[in-house]
């Protein structure tokens, strides 16, 4: 099912610390961030249902080689909460990523450091479709904008701790 390596995840059991949250696309509110690390994070995940969360494929030894299990690929961001004013983990469904045009805007500009996005969903439905639309940034916002966020190791801490 990978065409690339998994991704190796550390589970340490430890209980859950404070950190940066995941930002999801809503129907009923508009989200603003700015991306805080050059590049995107891509990762196949799972829902589990007995554990009600989601995870990651863990590739050879993964549940979803003897269970029949959804995967779906999801591409998380480093960002900055504009309306929060803290940091936070973007995440974006495979629909959305691919619509958001992001990757060529990597490509062009050689990061995605700084670039403003609007999250929004059409139609305005829990299941619309995740639109991602580019909003200017002031240079001197994003001279002032926080260091990159160590994405894998927050999702580590999202998704491996316990709660
Ligand atoms: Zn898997």
Redesign the pocket.
């Given at each position: 099912?990978n065409a690339r390596p998994p991704i190796r995840w550390d589970d340490n059991g430890q209980p859950r610390r404070p950190g940066p949250k995941i930002m999801h696309a809503k129907h009923d509110e508009k989200r603003e961030a700015i991306i805080l690390n050059p590049d995107s994070f891509g990762v196949?995940i799972?829902w589990f249902a007995d554990v009600r969360r989601n995870q990651p494929?863990?590739?050879q030894h993964?549940?979803?080689?003897s269970e029949p299990?959804n995967?779906s690929w999801r591409t998380y961001l480093g960002a900055w909460d504009v309306r929060g004013k803290k940091t936070c983990i973007v995440e974006l469904p495979s629909q959305g990523w691919g619509d958001s045009g992001l990757l060529k805007v990597r490509q062009e500009r050689g990061t995605l450091r700084g670039i403003g996005i609007e999250l929004d969903r059409f139609p305005r439905v829990k299941t619309g479709r995740v639109t991602v639309r580019r909003l200017r940034v002031d240079d001197a916002i994003v001279a002032a904008l926080p260091q990159p966020l160590d994405v894998k190791a927050e999702l580590e801490r999202i998704w491996y701790s316990r709660l």
């Open positions: 099912m196949y799972h494929c863990t590739g993964c549940r979803c080689n299990v995967v």
